[in-house]
């Protein structure tokens, strides 16, 4: 009964973000309300206000739950993989789950989607749902991995920076690409250009 009820509650935390996501696309960030939200997503507000503090907790919610995923994926990884090899299949394999499905959030956007996507990064309230407290998660399982000490060694947080930064740069990307593409290809590229070094590419100046 317990897991029944868990997972119900999970459905309806995704479907009040994608109803969040689905009204940012249609009429603008600063044009959602909570009411708005709950109304979409069929449910009262009375609801809404059980699972997020607001809407932009609502718009970040799959980004933060997949963040959970990774961590869990990572701690299940073969020892013996490559870090890298096994952080990125960490962090794609759930991207790749949800961009599997049908959702607004799943395809490529449209320009004037994108206009959106580029409030939703600068916005510093949605920057911030990401806590620290799921880096210090990072942190822990790449020391578990690597045999390091999360408090003594800098290498476990070096990982996390990085791999922090790529999700950063791939949501720049994103948002700034044109045409449009996909977010877990431009994660692809990240992570593989890490894995290789960050090489410089051909035909760029030294």
């Known amino acids: 009964m317990t897991g029944l009820r868990e997972r119900k509650k999970a459905d309806t935390r995704r479907a009040l973000s994608d109803a969040a996501l689905e009204l940012t696309f249609r009429h603008g960030l600063e044009n959602v309300t909570r009411e708005d939200i709950a109304r979409v997503a069929g449910v009262s507000l009375r609801t809404f206000n059980n699972y997020f503090t607001g809407k932009y907790e609502a718009l970040a919610y799959r980004q933060t739950e997949r963040v959970r995923r990774s961590i869990a994926e990572l701690q299940k990884r073969p020892a013996g993989e490559p870090l890298w090899t ?114 410089q590419p051909e035909g760029t100046h030294d």
């Open 86 to 199: 096994a952080i990125t299949e960490s962090i794609l394999i759930p991207v790749d789950e949800d961009f599997a499905t049908a959702g607004p959030e799943n395809a490529v956007p449209t320009r004037a989607e994108l206009v959106e996507v580029r409030k939703l990064l600068m916005s510093p309230e949605i920057r911030g749902v990401v806590g620290r407290a799921l880096i210090e998660e990072w942190i822990t399982v790449i020391a578990e991995r690597t045999g390091t000490d999360p408090d003594r060694d800098m290498y476990p947080r070096l990982v996390a920076g990085v791999v922090h930064a790529v999700g950063d740069a791939a949501a720049d990307a994103y948002a700034k690409a044109d045409p449009p593409v996909a977010f877990p290809e431009l994660l692809r590229q990240g992570f593989a250009a890490v894995a290789g070094g960050l090489t």
